[in-house]
Structures are given as C-alpha cells and as structure tokens.
T-cell receptor
Framework: AQSVSQHNHHVILSEAASLELGCNYS??????LFWYVQYPGQHLQLLLK??????LVKGIKGFEAEFIKSKFSFNLRKPSVQWSDTAEYFC????????????FGTGTRLLVSP | EPEVTQTPSHQVTQMGQEVILRCVPI?????FYWYRQILGQKVEFLVS????????KSEIFDDQFSVERPDGSNFTLKIRSTKLEDSAMYFC????????????FGPGTRLTVL
C-alpha cells in the first residue's frame, strides 16, 4: 500500500547533538515532499519542502533535508539541536494527483534535554 | 501574519449527536482541507474543497461527514451522528492556489465523543 514511514517514533537528544530523522515513502512517480513541525500547544508549521531541483533543501531554523530518489527517502537533519527544537516532526508527501492532499507519516516526537 | 483559525478548541459531545467544527481560512485562500489525527496515530486527510465543491475525499469521509462554506469566510465540517471513534484532533488547512505549495494549518479542534 502507498504510505509514508517515519522510522523513529521517539528521539531523545542532548543540546548540540546532531539530528537525523528518517522518512521513506512508497509512492511511484512524481511526489512533492514536506516536513512539518508541531511545537507543544501549537499548530502544524512548514519546516521545508521539496518539489524539484537541488535534492538538498534548506528550511527554517537550521533544518535541512535530502531527497534521495533511488531510496524513496527524504530525511530531515540538523547539525546541532537546541532545547527549543523539542516538538513533533511530521514527514508528508503529496502524491501529485492534481490536488494538494498530504499524506503524513506517523510523526517523530523529539525531546531535547538542556 | 494571517492565520487559519478554528473554533471551538475543544468540543465534547455525546455519541449520536451532531457536531459542527468551524474554520476560518486565510482570507485570499481558495482551497480548503480537513485532516484529523486520532490520538497516537498519524494525521489523515479527510477532504479537500474548492469552488464550493468537494475535490477529493478519503475513504474515512463517509456519509456521516459533510463540508460547507456557508459564507465568504467560514469553512465547516459536520459530523451527523458522532461515534466514539470520531474522537480526534481535527485540523483545517488552506492554500491560495492549486499549485503545490505550503498548506497553512489551523490550531485544531479536539473532539471528544463520550
């Protein structure tokens, strides 16, 4: 079945540690890829997106993600996390059926300890 | 900065009752969406809406659900006869154009069905 998988459900890091969150999708053809973040008590916000071009995309707050087409992956990275990065992170795919339906992964809850 | 708003933030209802969840999309946006997130599960697409018509809906969006844009600002989701399994966080989102871009999400309405 077509789906989006996030491998890590809970991640705990210390400040200044590096972060990589995995995302794989099983859709064929053209897809558009997103990472959203949900800080405690807040709504979903876009971190970054990939539509085409350079497979390494940079987003807000020092986050970046790399699209690897051969691996159907779109992993999120940050070289040095901060306590304020504590949040839930969602990978999402738009299968490009003509409308902007987003298919989300299960989310990864990140806790950064000071 | 314009944002999507949703009311109420929390709705408690008895099984079998009708509920209407309200959303005010960003004013110049034309495409509207509802998603839901059952506690501990992924965010799931329910329906997309454009030009006063449903453009796409998921298999979750059965005859118990309906959407409406009753005036120029509100976008509503109605559940006719709520079931226990309808308990979830419901998110509204909007975009300005059909082309792939960021969906702006509201803060969500937590629906609890007793």
């Amino acid at each position: 079945a077509q789906s989006v998988s996030q491998h890590n459900h809970h991640v705990i890091l210390s400040e200044a540690a590096s972060l990589e969150l995995g995302c794989n999708y099983s859709y064929g053809g053209t897809v558009n890829l997103f990472w959203y973040v949900q800080y405690p008590g807040q709504h979903l916000q876009l971190l970054l997106k990939y539509f085409s071009g350079d497979p390494l995309v940079k987003g807000i707050k020092g986050f970046e993600a790399e699209f690897i087409k051969s691996k159907f992956s779109f992993n999120l990275r940050k070289p040095s996390v901060q306590w304020s990065d504590t949040a839930e992170y969602f990978c999402a795919v738009n299968p490009y059926t003509g409308f902007q339906k987003l298919v989300f992964g299960t989310g990864t809850r990140l806790l950064v300890s000071p | 900065e314009p944002e999507v708003t949703q009311t109420p933030s929390h709705q408690v209802t008895q099984m079998g009752q009708e509920v209407i969840l309200r959303c005010v999309p960003i004013s110049n946006h034309l495409y509207f969406y509802w998603y839901r997130q059952i506690l501990g599960q992924k965010v799931e697409f329910l329906v997309s809406f454009y030009n006063n018509e449903i453009s796409e809906k998921s298999e979750i969006f059965d005859d118990q659900f309906s959407v409406e844009r009753p005036d120029g600002s509100n976008f509503t989701l109605k559940i006719r006869s709520t079931k226990l399994e309808d308990s979830a966080m419901y998110f509204c989102a909007s975009t300005q154009r059909e082309s792939i871009e960021e969906q702006f999400f509201g803060p969500g309405t937590r629906l609890t069905v007793l």
